[in-house]
């Protein structure tokens, strides 16, 4: 939120500054800012969703191609089409992989959307308390926001089941026709033959790998983690559910929400800490510097050296893990012969990190 006190060496005084982690910018330079990153942002999905478009026109190019030589060509075996149906699936695990680079900056773009943009528009202008902090912690320690196993099911279901459904439907038809037309089932399955390999062998082969691609479409129809697309809301049946937690790797007793909608803030809690400083000559400086530019809730506490017998306040400061360099800087500069021991916090409850609910 804006600061509503003005920097006094700026050219205009009376305009508001963002004041955040000790730095003061006005608020025309933060929104500038904003702007430039959303476009970087969308500058690099948009790249990565070309390249999601290119290796469909792969499938569709080489699936067209491999059709029309098996049957345009009546000397031309049925063969092409199984090599182009594994050719296919290859395009699909790089479809799948650059998706999973597409989301991660899709998410972003959502996320300044939903928590800063949209936030303008609603007066009073109020973002999400911790919006900032998940931005900055998605570019600091960038990670795929979705599984391959959704990736896959999600661009199986939506582009390249037709595919595959086409190939099985022209391999049939090449069996049933070519030469001449078969006047029986068995000779169509006599056709399939490939080399040694006999016509009824080739048939089980093809229907267990396309059962295969369409269980992994169903299976995984539940997965909905995907942040940086505007999903509907899918009321899961048991089964498809079931099938998910599988191929997420849900257990019982686990972090892992139930619910699988789609949303676009991340739902798992960042790293939260606990600091103890042991202060020197400058702990009263260094506690007000925290409260002020770290804008944190510092208590203290008496202690004494068990060596030396004498006593040295002791500062408590609860914090994210981004903001441990911003501590650890203050204190070096503040307070150089400060001892700083930070602790991983299990859970971090009140105002500014999770909120505080009723047990039960």
Not at 9 to 21: F, G, I, K, L, Q
Not at 28 to 54: C, I, K, P
Not at 141 to 161: D, K, Q, T, V
């Amino acid at each position: 939120m804006p600061d509503p006190d003005p920097i006094k060496d700026s050219a205009n005084p009376n305009e508001p500054v963002w004041t955040y982690r000790g730095y003061k910018l006005r608020a025309s330079d933060f929104n500038t800012a904003m702007v430039h990153l959303y476009r970087g942002e969308l500058a690099r999905a948009n790249v990565w969703r070309q390249r999601l478009d290119n290796t469909t026109n792969w499938a569709v190019i080489t699936a067209g191609t491999a059709i029309s030589f098996a049957l345009g060509n009546p000397a031309g075996h049925h063969g092409v089409i199984i090599l182009n149906t594994l050719l296919i699936t290859l395009f699909l695990y790089i479809e799948a992989r650059r998706y999973r680079y597409y989301e991660l900056f899709a998410s972003r773009i959502r996320l300044m959307e939903t928590d800063f943009f949209a936030a303008m528009f609603v007066p009073p202008f109020g973002p999400a308390a911790d919006w900032a902090e998940a931005m900055a912690e998605n570019l600091l320690h960038p990670h795929f926001s979705i599984s391959m196993w959704e990736a896959l099911g999600r661009r199986f279901r939506r582009n390249y089941l037709w595919v595959y459904a086409v190939l099985g439907v022209s391999w049939l038809l090449k069996s049933a026709l070519f030469p001449t037309p078969a006047q029986s089932w068995e000779e169509i399955i006599a056709r399939a033959a490939l080399g040694p390999i006999p016509g009824t062998v080739m048939l089980a082969i093809g229907v267990i790998y396309n059962g295969l691609l369409l269980l992994l479409g169903v299976a995984t129809i539940g997965l909905q983690q995907a942040s940086g697309e505007v999903l509907p809301r899918y009321s899961d049946s048991a089964m498809a559910h079931t099938l998910s937690a599988i191929f997420a790797g849900e257990t019982e007793g686990t972090d892992v929400p139930s619910d699988r909608h789609a949303w676009f803030r991340k739902s798992e809690k960042r790293a939260q800490l606990v600091a103890l400083i042991i202060g020197g000559q400058a702990t009263e400086k260094l506690g007000r510097a925290i409260l002020t530019e770290l804008q944190r809730g510092v208590t203290k506490l008496d202690g004494t050296g068990m060596y030396t017998g004498q006593a040295h306040p002791v500062l408590l400061v609860a914090l994210t893990v981004t903001e441990v360099n911003h501590l650890k800087a203050l204190a070096s500069q503040i307070d150089p012969a400060a001892f700083v021991i930070v602790l991983p916090a299990r859970e971090v409850l009140g105002r500014g990190f999770q909120p505080l609910h009723p047990a039960g």
